[in-house]
């Protein structure tokens, strides 16, 4: 499947009337996080496609969106999207779970977690994953998440810390793709993509197009 996969950076081309000349046909949006809800909303409205989102750890709980005459009202996620945080869905050909947030370095309540927080998440959602590999031959193709992996494409300040739980998910369950955002990219020489095991681990910041298949 072709997807568009975006992440912390409201991008012009993007969020212009020009995305689909841009990016083309596609199959599937994915949100790595750390986005407004405004801009996935439209870049989904204007593919027309099924959309799967992460909240990043500078997510609001709440925003707020313009409705009929004056009114405002609240929203917590992207309307139309499906959150995928500790869940698992078939899309099509492709098995796709999320894991929101980055690791905790300060005192914020929303979307950040220690290593074993991220642990207890990760064992919530492993029956899921066993069910598919009964189901489908497989645990996983695709993870969404916000954050890196510990010592994969991660950052040495507390904040930009990968997870070293998302090294034991990939042992465990072997996905084909590990896809983040969460490190912004200043240079080009910067390693974007590195193989783990039998993952394939892609920061995908701003924004990448990728075609994503089944593992076989």
């Not at 790595?32 to 496609?49: A, F, I, K």
């Not at 099924?50 to 309307?79: C, I, K, L, Q």
């Not at 869940?87 to 690791?103: F, H, Q």
């Not at 810390?161 to 955002?181: A, D, E, I, N, V």
Request: glycine letters at 6%.
């Amino acid at each position: 499947m072709r997807a568009l996969v975006i992440s912390d950076k409201v991008e012009p081309i993007l969020y212009s009337a020009g995305i689909n000349r841009h990016v083309g046909k596609i199959d599937l949006v994915l949100s790595c996080g750390d986005l407004p809800h405004y801009y996935v909303e439209y870049v989904m409205t204007m593919m027309g496609r099924p959309t799967y989102f992460v909240h990043g750890n500078h997510a609001r709980e709440v925003e707020y969106h313009s409705g009929s005459g004056d009114e405002w009202r609240a929203v917590s996620e992207p309307m139309g999207g499906v959150n995928l945080h500790e869940r698992t869905v078939r899309e099509d050909s492709l098995l796709l779970a999320g894991l929101e947030g980055s690791i905790r370095y300060n005192s914020s309540p929303l979307f950040q977690y220690t290593d074993t927080e991220m642990m207890f998440k990760i064992l919530r959602m492993a029956p899921r994953l066993v069910l598919n590999r009964a189901r489908y031959g497989r645990y996983l193709d695709v993870l969404v998440a916000h954050s890196p992996p510990w010592g994969i494409h991660d950052q040495p300040d507390r904040p930009h810390q990968g997870f070293k739980s998302f090294l034991t998910f990939m042992q465990w369950f072997r996905p084909r793709y590990l896809l983040h955002g969460h490190i912004h990219l200043y240079r080009r020489d910067v390693v974007t993509q590195t193989r783990y095991l039998e993952t394939e681990v892609i920061n995908v910041y701003p924004y990448r197009i990728l075609e994503l298949e089944p593992k076989i």
